[in-house]
């Protein structure tokens, strides 16, 4: 192996008969002059058809591994190596490689990429590490924007990379929008969740809270992030002020942290979906309910057992596309709440929570506005103890995609 590699000089090598690994493996072994000789070489006869494509080329590769090992190398001195970096980073999106690119080099570029890719992975290793990435370039501004877009499954992405990656600078960014007016709840609650993972952040929430200045939409998640408090100043200061809402045995309701480590009865959860929860004058499981909310046959597919109990405890911290609630107020002072079942330039229909349609005259509109809140009820658990509410959600864990 040594000894080749005193055979293989710069200009003669192939870098196409080498593996990605072996080519590593292979540049390791090098010294800088040499490092430099063989990145003078790579960019010396500057074009390969991998410019036109966009594809990275074998040259590419090489130049890659060549100017990662060479330090203080400055990506702007040098027009063809920055045009193979940009490539590798449009082709291998993701990889260790594109990652370690982006932390050496910091190409303004890609800023825009990293962001869509963040967001789209944000619940992944690669989506929270493009957000590290992002903070280290001072390219985090579009993540903000982001957590205040009108897509709502984006923002509470942004606003869950905020938290992941913003650091000391995560009360500063999320307090103020947790309180925004602009933002739904999901997103407020989001960024609560998001600042209760740390300690300066619960120590925001507390005074808002003992203040009385917490919005109420917010208790629920508030509960959550402060009882569970491995701070014990701040976890009995919270008891104090918050409660988790009571179950139909009077007894309040474990933090979601305890109720996502209990299992329970499928079979006993499925009866009480369509008994006491009275989930089936809203749901339809396999044909079978009423069609208010959205069709619950796959919902174990979709949604985690702690989002499942999110949902049902508090329906408007995660309102699901599609489902936003409407209400009308007529000029004759008709108060009328549901989802938006159709819109034309004459008439508009709501579907009320018993599942009743009901249609009304543009003319006759005064007020016609989207809701913040789910059109689920907030207190649905005062139906439930703490164990049929455990079995409920072991029966809709199994509502999945195939068969189950
Ligand atoms: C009055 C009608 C109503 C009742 C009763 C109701 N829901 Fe809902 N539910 C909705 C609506 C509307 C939505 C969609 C808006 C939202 O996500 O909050 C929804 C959403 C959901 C979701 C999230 C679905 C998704 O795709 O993300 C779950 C899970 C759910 N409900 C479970 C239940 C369970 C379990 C019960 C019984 C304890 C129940 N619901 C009772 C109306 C209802």
Redesign the pocket.
Known sequence: MVRRRFRLVPPRIQPSCLGDQHLAAFMRMLSTTALLAFLSCALLPATLHGEETGDVTPKDKLIIETVLRLQNFDLESSAPAKAAVMRYLRAEEGSDRYFELIERFQPAEIAESLVKYSIDHASETGGVRGAELLFAMNQDKSLVVMAKSDNETKAQAAVQLIGHAAGKQTVSILLPLMQSDAVTVAVRSAALKALGKRLDGQQKIMKLVTSGNLPDDLNFAAANALLGSSNTEIATTAAKYLKLPATADSRPLPALSELVKRTGDAEAGRKI?ETA???N???KVRGKGKE???D?SE?GS??SREA?YV??LD?SA???HN?ETYSILTLDGLAVTG?LISETDEAVTLRN?EGIDKTVDQEDIEIFKKQKT????QD?QKLLTVDQLVD?VEY?LTLKKSGG
Request: with cysteine.
């Open positions: 979906f929860g009275t989930c004058k809203c749901h208010v909310g959205p619950l919902i979709k949604l499942m949902s049902i329906p995660a309102v699901s489902f989802l929570s789910s059109l689920m009820p649905l409920l809709i």
